[in-house]
């Protein structure tokens, strides 16, 4: 029968017939059902969405336009919920943030609010450095706008502060020393010295000759005349030594008279040994003239070791009584009522029992100075003064008289003395450090300007990176966003051939990007703060999405209005069917950022929450306003080019897509094994890879902040930690004891009860060396508590940068497995309900994933080899919420056509290649569009943006090119059936009669395939619940991997590269063979039925218009 010019719907009905006869023997009436035309109803809901926008299109417009002027006040406000640390979204329950906790609030140590000023100079000891550092103290602690600033803290406010309770304490000691220095020396020589000017005044009352019995009474009456004074001036416990020490002086004196009378002028003239303060000193002190002293003189050391007085009252008696003397003229002697002899030696004293330096002992003598009513006020000054005086350096070479010690010094100056530290600290309660940053390099200028010196000066820390990883971020925002949005007028420009096409996207997204970003206000006001990352990622994710949308739809309606449509019919039409695809693309994307959202680390949840919002917000608007545009502007949009109402369609030659499609469906298997095989190195590189969690790595080097952390790592020393003597504290001076004490306040809580260890990495905090360090400190904790009883009790935490960094590390790693799990879990099951398939979302995850791990070798062999960086830690799961996002647009844009032109009857191949040609210049365009928009973040200076727009524009461009083009439909074609099988009312592709003629699988072979599958999955959780226990499991199998992964490298991929083309090869070199041998007739000695060209006029619902769809059926009775 010859079908050729034939009713096709009849020789439809006729050969189907013909073949269930053939196979099974059904009668004609049972195989009636088979031949009811196949097709797929729209989705109801949008139906009525393109019928209502179309109805109220100037209300759809009002609509969002109030949405936005609403937005406008949260807008200008968004860069208050920003956060510029990622350590800052760490679980309030994680170690680092409790020990943070207990710091902050015992210690008033707030992490991440100082900022570093590092100063870097040839010497920073000299005085010119000096004298810039302590003109900028002054300056930014009396800057009025830093009034956040609570601190300021350089090596020069350390021995500031050193100097300061120097000159407290030793001027404390000199006047106590003085005091007991007055009493002593009033006992051992004003007594006598009362007495002979008491005896003096007797005698000069008296004869001018006298007798020894005279001068024995006047010796009596003097003696009794200074009882009176001495008991006055002598306080209450040493009365008696004073008393006895008289007596003893008064029976001295009397033995001095051995000669029976004495003139009036030999006992008073002066000078004279006679005379009463040269025989009081003899009896005190002796005479220096005499080799032998009588028993009468030199009384008072004897006296004075004789007493049971305590050591230290023995030794200032003692000390006094060999340093002062009684002559009344000597200018040299040390002379008892002499000012400058008290100053010489209490000075000497205190510096002798302070142990202290020749410049020490000149700044006792200053202080000493400063007299017994010296304040706190006067303390300050002297101190200030001192400071400026002298410089910092080694003791040795007398520099600043006081030093702090070795760990100290070693915080604030390099060990070359070419780099020193100014420490800025904010008050935890004010506005945040990050905006006086500014203000801060501002005083810097002015201070350069006002000592005419330029040292380079670097403003760091926490803060300063905030603030320029923010100045960066909205530079980034300015430098990319206008790109991003000229790329997309420029592709979709032409694409459309338009110039106000464009314009639909560009104006409609960047509408739903204002409205997001009121949004993220909300939700960084009201939940959570927002990453920086935020700023540009969300805009560039809006509009690369956003422009799919509005491209698919855009096109939609002009191949509508083409194919003869109405304006509204067109726009109906368009939403109806284009809008399922671009919400099942929506959808998808949402719920891959959805699933940031319950993540547990903070930054990978606000990133998700707010990039989730956005393309919700996009695929609101591409399904409403941009209808309602193409309904009020209709064909006014394509202008000048118009839609090509009246353009005839090219047949003169196939187009790429075309050809692209057949050369697929022809060498489907060995695409196949090509992208396998090009799969295994990117997969080998990537699985011997490592990411990096050194954020500072990311930053810059050119920023200020940069500079300063790397001249503050690579010139300061870190302190090796000094013992404190607590054992030996009582053996040192009072002003050690207080520079001790001091020492020490800082670890010690204001409660009493905690202290504070300082551990200081040898290595940069951020590094993965760091991190593992502070594994083993833990590690050492915990072994420790347990092993010490009165620890046990304690709760001991390890806190600080880089523990942030750790618990980072380990929160982060957590949600990796569990997000990466939740996202495909997720996108598999909308697709399942969307596409009403099993195996298409499975494929369409596989070839995501293939493209992930391309673009992520990419990105790292080009990190490594010219940006001289590793991956960044969040590169890989950023990377795959994204594009199983982004990526899944374009196939199911094209898996959507197919599966259009396979319920309207179309043979699989032939859906395929007309998919690919009717969809690929959309897909092209729009993954150039994407790609470009994601590509621009190339632009910005930090390498975290960088990477991530490189991976981003790698995966995208591979997808919408090959990918789309070959690889998915060279799987499609293998599959067939299998694309479009799911269980019961899931499945959207009808049973086609030729699928019917296809055997079932048995029962029993399902069955055995359930048990297998259920036996292997109990295998491996009874595996993975052994490995999770058991610890020799866990190291052996630690170590195969490792080993496995060792062995695994570029080299090793090179020659698997090799071998899997050659074995693609040697395997498909028949079917190459074949396809070049032209068709040989089908023969067969068994009975065969041939529809020699059997075509038949299938209705498309894409053009609305009958088309012609050539099928050829071979059917054997053996078969």
Known sequence: MDFENGDAVVGRVITRLLVLWLQHGFPASSALDLVKPLEERPTLVFVRLARTITRHNRAVFVLWLLSLVVSVPAILQVQSVIVYSETAFNSK??????????????????????????????????????????????????????????????????????????????????????????????????????????????????????????????????????????????????????????????????????????????????????????????????????????????????????????????????????????????????????????????????????????????????????????????????????????????????????????????????SDNNTMLVILDFKSSGTDPRNSIQQVRGDIGATKQSTGLSPGVYVTGAPAFNYDIESETVADVERIDPITILLIIIIIGLFFSSLTAPLVPVSAIGLSVGISFGLVYLIGSLFTGIHFLVLTLLPVAMFGAGSDYCIFLVSRYAEERRNGREKEEAVEHAVTWAGESIATSGAT???????????????????????????????????????????????????????????????????????????????????????????????????????????????????????????????????????????????????????????????????????????????????????????????????????????????????????????????????????????????????????????????????????????????????????????????????????????????????????????????????????????????????????GAFGTMTLSRIPMLQQLGLGIFIVVLLDASLIRIYLVPAIMTQMKRLNWWAPGRLRRVPVRPEDRLIPGIPLKTKLAISLETLVLLALVGAGYLDYTTNLWVQSHLNQLTQTALETINAFGALILLSVSFLAAFFLLLDELVASNTPARPVSSPSTTVEGPSSKAQVSNPTTGQNESHTSRYVITKDS
Not at 245 to 273: C, D, E, H, I, V
Not at 621 to 631: D, G, R
Not at 787 to 814: E, H, I, K, P
Request: include cysteine; hydrophobic fraction near 45%; aromatic fraction near 10%.
């Open 93 to 414: 329950g994680s170690e680092s943030s409790l020990a943070q906790d207990i710091v902050g609030r015992q210690f008033s140590i707030n992490q991440g609010s100082s900022v570093v000023i590092v100063i870097s100079s040839g010497d920073v000891r000299g005085n010119g450095i000096r004298y810039f550092t302590l003109t900028l103290n002054k300056t930014l602690q009396q800057d009025s706008t830093l009034s956040n600033l609570s601190n300021v803290t350089s090596i020069f406010d350390i021995y500031y502060r050193l100097l300061l309770g120097y000159t407290s304490v030793i001027h404390s000691q000199l006047y106590q020393l003085k005091n007991a220095t007055s009493l002593a020396v009033f006992i051992e020589f004003g007594i006598p010295s009362i007495y002979a000017t008491t005896w003096a005044s007797i005698v000069n009352t008296g004869p001018d000759n006298v007798s020894r019995a005279q001068v024995s009474m006047f010796n009596s009456q003097a003696n009794a005349s200074i009882g009176a004074v001495v008991a006055g001036q002598v306080p209450l416990p040493f009365q008696p030594i004073a008393l006895a020490y008289q007596n003893m002086f008064y029976r001295s004196w009397n033995m001095t008279f051995p000669a029976s009378f004495y003139s009036k002028g030999q006992l008073l003239s002066q000078p004279n040994p006679d005379s009463p303060h040269f025989r009081a000193q003899n009896v005190t002190k002796g005479h220096p003239g005499l080799p032998s002293q009588p028993p009468f003189y030199n009384i008072t050391l004897p006296f004075i070791a004789s007493l049971p007085l305590d050591n230290q009252t023995r030794s200032l008696f003692l000390g006094t009584a060999r340093f002062f003397n009684l002559y009344p003229i000597c200018a040299i002697c040390n002379n008892w009522n002499s000012l400058s002899a008290f100053r010489t030696y209490i000075v000497s004293t205190t510096a002798q029992l302070a142990k202290a330096t020749s410049a020490q002992t000149a700044l006792i003598g200053q202080i000493y100075d400063l007299g017994s009513g010296a304040s706190l006020t006067d303390f300050r000054g002297f101190a200030a003064r001192a400071l400026a005086a002298y410089n910092i350096g080694d003791p040795s070479t007398d520099a600043y008289p006081v030093q702090p010690s070795r760990s100290v010094y070693s915080q604030f100056v390099s």
């Open 589 to 931: 994307v949402v719920i891959a950022f959805g699933s940031l959202a319950i993540a547990s680390f903070g930054m990978l949840r606000s990133i998700g929450i707010a990039v989730m919002l956005g393309i919700s917000i996009a695929l609101l608007v591409s399904l409403t306003l941009v209808p309602a545009a193409l309904s009020l502007f209709g064909d006014r949009l394509f202008w000048p080019r118009g839609v090509g109402l009246n353009r005839r369609k090219r047949t003169v030659s196939e187009s790429y897509y075309q050809r692209a499609a057949k050369f697929t469906i022809r060498h489907s298997k060995l695409i196949i094994l090509v992208a396998l095989a090009i799969s295994l190195p990117a997969t080998s590189t990537i699985l011997t890879s490592h990411t990096s969690h050194d954020f500072i790595s990311q930053i810059p080097s050119q920023l200020d902040s940069k500079a300063g952390y790397d001249v503050k790592i690579y010139g300061i020393t870190h302190p090796a930690g000094e013992a404190i003597p607590y054992s030996s504290f009582d053996q040192l001076s009072r002003a050690e004891q207080q520079a001790m004490i001091q020492t020490m306040k800082p670890f010690v809580g204001a409660d009493g009860k905690s202290g504070m260890v300082w551990a200081v990495l040898a290595t940069e905090p951020y590094s993965d060396v760091a991190i593992q360090t502070l594994g083993r400190i833990r590690e050492n904790v915990r072994s420790m508590q347990a092993q010490n009883s009165l620890l046990r009790s304690s709760t001991m935490m390890v806190g600080g940068a880089t523990a942030s960094v750790a618990d980072l590390v380990s929160a982060s790693g957590q949600d990796y497995v569990n997000l990466t799990s939740l996202v495909l879990m997720g996108v598999f099951i909308a697709l399942l309900l969307a596409l009403g398939s099993v195996f298409t979302p499975l494929r369409l995850i596989f070839t995501i994933l293939l493209s992930v791990s391309w673009a992520m070798a990419g990105v790292l062999i080009f990190s490594e080899t010219f940006m001289g960086s590793e991956l960044i830690w969040i590169l890989p799961i950023m990377l795959l919420v994204i594009m199983v996002g982004l990526g899944l647009d374009y196939d199911i844009f094209l898996v959507t056509r197919i599966r259009e032109y396979v319920v309207s009857g179309a043979r699989e191949e032939d859906a395929i290649e007309r998919a690919v040609e009717h969809t690929g210049g959309i897909i092209t365009a729009s993954g150039l569009v994407t790609a």
